[in-house]
């Protein structure tokens, strides 16, 4: 993946796709559920990785929402596999048990990431070692993929250093453990104080090296100062939504709201050169990971438009050309 990284950029690393947005837990700092929606209906979704795998997508993220609420996510997972792309699971674990883990095993699953919050639950999050701890026993027991365990601090966590007992239960179970800063509603910094950065730096030092782990952007973070980097998103990163329309992240949904169908090589070519105003207080980790292995090359220049984040709601964008290259945004917000 690497090399071919290395010699071509005319196509996305790493994509995140939505196969449902409903989840069954409410974490108070998540903006990227609902408790309604149904799951995007099954050949949807196998076009949309059809349609990754035609760009010449590398690795394909399934997040969602809670995706194991999908009924047919197992054969999602084997039509990403299919196309030899690598498949990867993001899900809050509540709905693990043998059975479910054995399928993901025969799916072809990869890696699997588990985000756990705290040790206790609390109003925050639900998301608590004391109620996960036995489905990371199972995970260690039953999987044949990596599993990862992220926790945080920042972002309201009340405990900063359940951080460190939950890092230290991961290691002891055979997992990879990494540490992620809880971002604001825009994806946005959100400086840590004295004691959560005691506890950052802890963390960091138990990390094992890899490709998942190239998160030195947090330092800046945790010090409450910008990051001066080049964005890939809309390129190298795609963000597929349960519309099925290409987002830069979770987090700036609304650009360039194109729909995935219609997305092509000349679309990725101009997002890789153009530069994103939130990126210097982005804490979007994935997006930093995928785009640093084009941080020495091609500078970027502005977008013509300005980007604001969507308040209260979704929001739909159409692209219009106004002659040349240049490109004039248009903004919907769905209430």
Request: proline share 5%; hydrophobic share 35%.
């Amino acid at each position: 993946m690497v090399a071919r990284a290395l010699a071509s950029t005319d196509h996305p690393l790493l994509a995140h796709i939505i196969p449902i947005r409903r989840c069954n837990l409410a974490c108070e700092y998540c903006n990227e559920y609902d408790d309604f929606s149904k799951p995007v209906p099954t050949e949807i979704m196998f076009q949309r990785v059809d349609k990754l795998a035609e760009l010449g997508t590398s690795v394909i993220t399934i997040s969602g929402g809670e995706p194991l609420l999908h009924p047919d996510l197992d054969e999602i997972i084997r039509r990403i596999r299919k196309h030899g792309m690598i498949a990867g699971l993001i899900t809050n674990g509540y709905l693990l048990v043998s059975e479910r883990i054995e399928r993901l095993n025969r799916a072809g699953l990869e890696w699997l990431q588990i985000s756990i919050d705290n040790v206790t639950p609390d109003e925050v999050s639900k998301k608590s070692l004391k109620v996960l701890d036995r489905k990371l026993e199972l995970l260690a027991e039953y999987a044949d993929f990596h599993v990862n365990i992220n926790s945080v601090v920042g972002g309201g966590v009340r405990n900063p250093q359940d951080a460190l007992t939950i890092g230290k239960r991961a290691l002891g179970l055979g997992f990879s453990s990494t540490i992620g800063i809880i971002h604001d509603g825009g994806g946005q910094l959100q400086p840590l104080g004295e004691e959560e950065r005691r506890i950052y730096h802890e963390m960091k030092s138990m990390e094992k090296t890899s490709f998942t782990r190239v998160n030195g952007f947090q330092d800046n973070i945790a010090q409450g100062r910008p990051n001066q980097w080049r964005c890939r998103a809309g390129a190298r990163y795609l963000y597929i939504c349960e519309d099925g329309l290409v987002h830069y992240c979770s987090q700036q949904r609304g650009y360039p709201a194109i729909p995935l169908e219609k997305y092509t090589k000349a679309d990725i070519r101009r997002e890789y050169l153009t530069e994103k105003t939130c990126a210097p207080h982005c804490t979007v980790s994935c997006v930093h990971q995928v785009s640093i292995f084009d941080s020495w090359r091609a500078p970027q220049f502005p977008s013509p438009v300005a980007m604001t984040p969507a308040a209260n709601g979704r929001r739909l964008s159409k692209r219009v050309q106004t002659g040349g290259e240049r490109w004039l945004v248009i903004h919907r917000d769905l209430l």
